[in-house]
Every structure is written in C-alpha cells, then in structure tokens.
C-alpha cells in the first residue's frame, strides 16, 4: 500500500505571496492532519480534516487553512508569507477519525517551504 | 508551555547496548502516547505507542513503558543497531471528540557508536 504522499517536495517563495500543499493520504484513510516542523518550535499541530470537514485546528492565524476533497486529498494554503513560515510542513493520514480514538497517524515526507 | 518534554537533546549508545529515551507529559487528560523515529528530510516514521490503559507496549526490540503518576514515558530499544541513528520523538494526545492534534516533544537525537 503506498504510503502518505506530499506534492511539491521543496518550495520556495517570498514574502506576501501565498503557497497551496497538497497531500494524498494512505487508500482507505480518511483523516488527514498537518503539522509545521521549525527548529525553534518542533511540531506542532495546524488542523484536522474528516469527511472533508475541519475538525480541529491549533493555534495557527488565520492565514493558514486547508480543505478536504470527497476523495480525502487535502490542500492547505498560507497566504500573505512571512518569513516564519519558512518550515517543514507534515501530512499525516489515519483510517478513520483518528484523533477521536486509539489510531496512528502515519505521515507524509514533508514539502520544505522557504520563505525569502 | 510545553506539554511533551524530552529533556535530553542527544544520547549516545553504543553499539548491542539498551538505549532508553525519556519523556514527560504535563496534561492529566492526555491518554494516548506514541513513539517516532525520524531521519533528516524525511517525515515522522511510527514506532509503537501505548494507551493509558496499559503500563507496558513491545514490539521486537522496543517497548514503552507508561508510569501515569509521574507522567513519564519511556523508550527501550534493545540492542541498539546503527539504524536506529535518528531523531526520537514522543507524541501524546488525548482521545475523544474535540481533541487537539498529537503534541510532540522537541525530539532527542539518538546517535549509536559502533
């Protein structure tokens, strides 16, 4: 089974433009999660999408969102970059509501954003 | 206010040797507890995990243990090979509706010597 896959894999841009991440979860999963990974912050959770739905969200502005289409591929989107954005950001995909039960999240390699 | 703590940055083993990763959790409400493995470039591989129900999680050559009253997890890895080179980190959550996303750790850096 093919594993959690992350498009594109290295990005960059600069400031005040805005990136769309797109992430193909495991075949039969339906819950996908992101994360940004920084070096000062570790990772830390952005939003949970279920039945194309946002579940839950942490403690990011607004200037982050996803959605989540009828087939579980997410997209999340920043806008207005700021140079803080420049991260390492995750997808990970669980079977059903993960967050909701005892399930695994499984993740994606990552699609590196510069910033400049 | 870091809710997953892993104290130690870095820990070196040597080669055959029993490496043991440490975690500390804050949140009384966290009930689900993961272990992940991860190289450079590359996302967050799962290890094992454990629910709060249990004390004690092995899977081949490692196993978690879970002491809730201190609120501290464990990682044994037994032998350590060179694999196992890699960034560790401790995840937990608490399960039911309305939960946040996994809160991680900063990670601890394993480096086995031969």
């Known amino acids: 089974k093919a594993g959690v896959t992350q498009t594109p894999r290295y990005l960059i841009k600069t400031r005040g433009q805005q990136v769309t991440l797109s992430c193909s979860p495991i075949?039969?999963?339906?819950?996908v999660s992101w994360y940004q990974q920084t070096p000062g912050q570790g990772l830390q959770f952005l939003f949970e999408?279920?039945?194309?739905?946002?579940?839950n969200k942490g403690n990011f502005p607004g200037r982050f969102s996803g959605r989540q289409f009828s087939n579980s591929r997410s997209e999340m989107n920043v806008s207005t970059l700021e140079l803080g954005d420049s991260a390492l950001y995750l997808c990970?995909?669980?079977?059903?509501?993960?967050?909701?039960?005892?399930?695994?999240?499984?993740f994606g390699p990552g699609t590196r954003l510069l910033v400049l | 206010d870091q809710q997953v703590k892993q104290n130690s940055p870095s820990l070196s083993v040597q080669e055959g040797r029993i490496s043991i990763l440490n975690c500390d959790y804050t949140?009384?409400?966290?009930?689900?507890f993961l272990w992940y493995k991860k190289y450079p470039a590359e996302g967050p591989t799962f290890l094992i995990s454990?629910?709060?129900?249990?004390d004690k999680n092995e899977d081949g050559r490692f196993t978690v243990f879970l002491n809730k009253s201190a609120k501290h997890l464990s990682l044994h890895i037994v032998p350590s090979q060179p694999g196992d080179s890699a960034v560790y980190f401790c995840?937990?959550?608490?399960?039911?509706?309305?939960?946040?996303?996994?809160?991680f750790g900063k990670g601890t850096h394993l480096i086995i010597q031969p």
């Open positions: 990970a995909s669980s079977p059903s509501r993960g967050l909701a039960g005892y399930e695994t999240q499984y």
């Open positions: 999408y279920f039945s194309e739905t946002q579940r």
């Open positions: 454990i629910s709060s129900i249990k």
């Open positions: 995840a937990s959550r608490q399960t039911g509706g309305g939960a946040d996303g996994l809160t």
């Open positions: 075949s039969g999963h339906r819950s």
């Open positions: 949140n009384s409400m966290f009930d689900y």
